[in-house]
């Protein structure tokens, strides 16, 4: 099982399960989702960035373990697009692009069996954003992406976090999303100017609380 920790300390999802994180920009989306990977002690985590560099999410995750040892790998599908040429480092893998989907799903297998190999046997997996995808591909070519993707988390009785930017996508195409993920994290601007959280799919839904 894999427990969340806040703001759902009660809450413990079966392997497998994927949850779609969506809200407006702004909202605190990706922290929630880094914070959620970072409560998974003892986990494999895998982060595959279409926003940032490897080494900017491999900071920023490795800034929330308070020096705990972890087993960390980021798919950047940044820095080669961007042109440029990053050193090497162990825990960064490189697609060629966001379009590069079938690099990002070898990339992520890779991932999954080194950390196997070295006994790790439960997984927490963010990707950060699908809203990136949505603006190099169709829906129908990041749907059938997904759906491998979100296939080999449940196979690897992983757990994963899809962030989008709902407002920036029709009812239509997140309505197709959804079909993809067992739940959903659900962020908007709470009315202080911060932002409020509730779970939804899995399990009963919450109510909203600040984050």
């Not at 759902?8 to 079966?14: G, I, K």
């Not at 279409?50 to 020096?67: A, F, M, N, P």
């Not at 920036?168 to 739940?183: E, I, K, V, W, Y």
Request: charged share 20%; hydrophobic share 35%; net charge negative.
């Amino acid at each position: 099982m894999y427990s969340i920790g806040e703001p759902f300390p009660e809450t413990e999802l079966n392997p497998g399960t994927n949850l779609l994180v969506a809200g407006p920009p702004m909202t605190g989306k990706r922290r929630l989702a880094f914070d959620v990977l970072a409560h998974g002690d003892g986990d494999g985590i895998i982060i595959v960035t279409t926003k940032s560099t490897g080494e900017q999410v491999l900071s920023d995750y490795e800034s929330r373990l308070d020096g705990r040892d972890s087993f960390i790998g980021v798919v950047d599908c940044v820095s080669k697009q961007q042109g440029m040429s990053p050193q090497r480092v162990e825990s960064v893998e490189f697609a060629s692009s966001p379009v590069d989907m079938t690099g990002i799903g070898i990339k992520l297998s890779e991932f999954l069996q080194r950390f196997y190999d070295s006994g790790v046997r439960s997984n927490r997996i963010a990707f950060d954003s699908l809203s990136t995808l949505l603006m190099y591909s169709n829906l129908q070519t990041v749907f059938r992406f997904l759906h491998v993707f979100t296939g080999r988390v449940q196979s690897a009785e992983a757990f994963g976090l899809f962030v989008i930017d709902s407002s920036a996508h029709d009812a239509q195409t997140m309505s197709t999303l959804r079909q993809l993920f067992d739940g959903e994290i659900e962020v908007r601007e709470a009315e202080d100017g911060g932002s409020e959280v509730r779970l939804k799919g899995v399990g009963p839904t919450t109510d909203w609380q600040l984050l």
